[in-house]
């Protein structure tokens, strides 16, 4: 018996199939960082069985894993391509995301040493300054893709589609379109305009344009408190991801005695507590000591005492038959779980790490 982390992909295309239905277009599903903790393979292979034609990646080294796996879906790089990995991803046609005229350089220059022409989307800059072209940088770097590239797409990232007020995002929506109307990129069958991430799927399912670019919601949580407050009933996120841990050693405790290091917790009265074999070595939060909470044959119990790097401890009250407790899924929630820590649930998902295995269900 040890510890585990259980994948319910019927759950991820459940998420899926729900998104895809509430704007009615293609998803460009977001699998960067090992599919936000699933596992970028399984989750791309059980996407693209449900009909998912493209993912997305943040880095370069992140396609060229997936190229050597077998999938099907085409790969759309979010990020900059590190120009060792380019002949690689030109030859096997993954799509690449460009916001400099540097970037345009280096991925053109590689695509004619193979022959070849590379498949491009255009990043625009609208307000979140991080990557992408600038405005006034745009019609020159699309002239540069067009005449060069296959240039198939453009995109723009929102800074806060998650804060309850959108006049950014709008704002941000507002300029990509008309840079897109300025640089003859809209209503062109060729090009693909996706701005859409998780937030702004729910939240504005009119600004889908020809497909969006969730991540989160496809692995169950939501982008913020906000959104969840607001698209909770509408769209229900199904659980995808759970953290098993075997009950190790119980123990009784008496009044007085203080639990695990630093002493934070001190019984009350005789109790008994159990451990974990999970800890913050895995990636679960440390913030949770003291604070977090597990579930036992679905009730609820404390985590007392700080989180230790291989375990914690959790008052039982009194011992129980019980061989396992939930750290995280349907009983422990993703989002409460981010609130309890000050972070998000990507933070939750992403630290995840790979002393934990992964199981998958459907
Ligand atoms: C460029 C880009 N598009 C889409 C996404 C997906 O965002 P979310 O997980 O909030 O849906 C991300 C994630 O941060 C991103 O960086």
Known sequence: MRPYIEIDLNALISNYLLLKAHVDRPLIAVIK????????????????AAGCEMVAVARSSEAVDL????????????????????????????????STAKEAKQIIDAAAKLGLRAKTHLKLDTGMRRLGALPSDAA?????????????GVYTHFAAADEPCLDSAEQQYEQFNQL????SLSNNPNICRHVANSAATMLKPEWALDAVRPGIALYGSYPSEHVRARCQQQL?????????????????????????YGGTWVAEHATVIGH????????YMRHLSGKGQVSIDGRIYPIVGRVCMDQFAVNLGQTTDCKWMELLGKNVNIDDMASQCATIGYEILTHLNSRLPRVYRR
Do not use: F, M
């Open 67 to 98: 190229l050597a796996q077998p999938r099907q879906a085409s790969i759309l790089v979010l990020g900059v391509s590190d120009v060792d990995d380019l002949p690689t991803l030109i030859t096997a046609g993954v799509t690449l995301g460009v």
């Open 276 to 283: 974990s074999q999970v800890g913050y070595g895995d990636g």
């Open 180 to 183: 897109c109307n300025a640089l």
């Open 236 to 260: 229900p996120l199904q659980t995808t991801l759970s953290v098993y841990s075997p009950i190790s050693q119980q123990k009784t405790l008496a009044a007085g005695d203080a639990v695990s």
């Open 140 to 152: 020159a770097l699309a002239d540069t893709l067009t005449n060069h590239t296959d240039l198939c």
């Open 33 to 48: 960082a090992n599919a936000y903790g699933h596992g970028a393979l399984p989750v791309c292979q059980a996407l693209e």
